[in-house]
Every structure is written in C-alpha cells, then in structure tokens.
C-alpha cells in the first residue's frame, strides 16, 4: 500500500497494528532481562513513539523501567549520517549502578548506539542493553552489536513513528519508507 502524502509519496512498510504487535513481542523478550533496577533511555527524538510505546507493553507485564532520555544528532536534517554524534541534552536521572536499556530508533551505522553506550557506561551504568525499533541490513560503521529489535526494515530511508526527513513526517503513525 502507498500512501500520497504532500508531497511526497511514502510506501506503508508496517501498519500501526503490526507495530503494536511487534512491540507485545519485544516486551515479553524484555521482561526477564529488566529484572531489578533498569532505566530505559529513549534517543530523541526519533526513539519517542517507539519508547512510550514500548514502555506502555512493558507495564501491561508489570515491569515499571525508570523512563529518561537523551537527545543525541548526527543527521542534522540529511539522510546521511555525519558521522559524528554530539550530545544535545543529556539524561537527567542518576543511572550509577543501575541497568540501561537504550532505545533508538533504526539500528544502521551503529555509531549513535555505541556513543550512547559508551556515555552510560561513563556515567556508572552496571550494564547497556541496547534495543532498536528497526534493524537495517547495511554496513556498519561500528562493532556495536545490538541487543534486541522489533523487526528487520528494508534499506530504504524510513519515516513515520518517529522517524523523519528533515523533521517532516514524525507524527505519520506507521512506518514508511521514502526512495
């Protein structure tokens, strides 16, 4: 199915009810990982919808992760990573001795995943689980392995729940994919 929105033309890769369901499935593998103290990090702003989504599956299992975030670039508004990650607004919460569950959007590169692990680790976490709306399958630029993800996406440039082309499209409620 495509979608014609103006102006361009976005090809529906995953519906919201598919999302949800993926996201059911991811919490039930989360669950017995995030036993004691965890904090779940969402990357902004693309990781929002995912995060709040995620979270509101993990509490319909009764686990309850502390909630924070970061705000970390690197597209700055191109479809092409710079390939540097700068810190726009750190988290707020303590996380020293806690476990970190990461939550970014699209595992591709790799690079903003492991600069935000590696900021955690920094600031005392016990340990980083990383987790990832969508998986793409292209080189990374990192050794990065990530722990957990939704579901595989094609390597088109996605939009939609979050993800964006040069801020538009964030609020589209599924994901989908622009050539």
């Given at each position: 199915?495509?979608?014609k929105?103006a102006?361009?033309?976005?090809?529906?890769?995953?519906?919201?009810?598919?999302?949800?369901?993926?996201?059911?499935?991811l919490?039930?593998?989360l669950?017995?990982?995030?036993?004691?103290?965890?904090?779940?990090i969402a990357?902004?702003l693309?990781?929002?919808p995912?995060?709040v989504?995620?979270?509101?599956?993990?509490?319909r299992?009764?686990t309850?992760p502390?909630?924070?975030?970061?705000?970390?670039?690197?597209?700055?508004?191109?479809?092409e990573?710079?390939?540097?990650?700068?810190?726009?607004a750190?988290?707020?919460?303590?996380?020293k001795?806690?476990?970190?569950?990461?939550?970014?959007?699209?595992?591709d590169?790799?690079?903003?995943l492991d600069?935000?692990?590696?900021?955690?680790?920094a600031?005392?976490?016990?340990?980083?689980?990383?987790?990832?709306?969508?998986?793409?399958?292209?080189?990374?630029?990192?050794?990065?392995q990530?722990?957990y993800?939704?579901?595989?996406?094609?390597?088109r440039f996605?939009v939609?729940?979050g993800?964006?082309?040069?801020?538009?499209?964030r609020?589209?409620?599924?994901?989908?994919a622009?050539?």
């Amino acid at each position: 199915m495509t979608i014609k929105t103006a102006p361009r033309k976005i090809d529906i890769i995953m519906s919201e009810e598919q999302i949800q369901s993926k996201l059911n499935d991811l919490a039930t593998k989360l669950k017995p990982r995030l036993e004691g103290e965890w904090t779940a990090i969402a990357i902004l702003l693309g990781a929002m919808p995912f995060a709040v989504d995620l979270m509101k599956a993990l509490a319909r299992l009764d686990t309850h992760p502390v909630m924070d975030a970061i705000w970390l670039e690197s597209y700055h508004d191109s479809r092409e990573s710079s390939g540097r990650v700068g810190i726009k607004a750190d988290i707020s919460r303590e996380i020293k001795g806690r476990g970190v569950l990461l939550l970014d959007d699209v595992f591709d590169t790799g690079r903003t995943l492991d600069f935000a692990k590696k900021h955690m680790l920094a600031k005392g976490a016990r340990e980083v689980v990383s987790c990832a709306m969508a998986v793409k399958p292209v080189e990374r630029a990192s050794s990065m392995q990530l722990d957990y993800y939704a579901f595989e996406a094609p390597s088109r440039f996605l939009v939609g729940y979050g993800m964006d082309d040069a801020g538009l499209y964030r609020g589209v409620p599924f994901i989908g994919a622009l050539d």
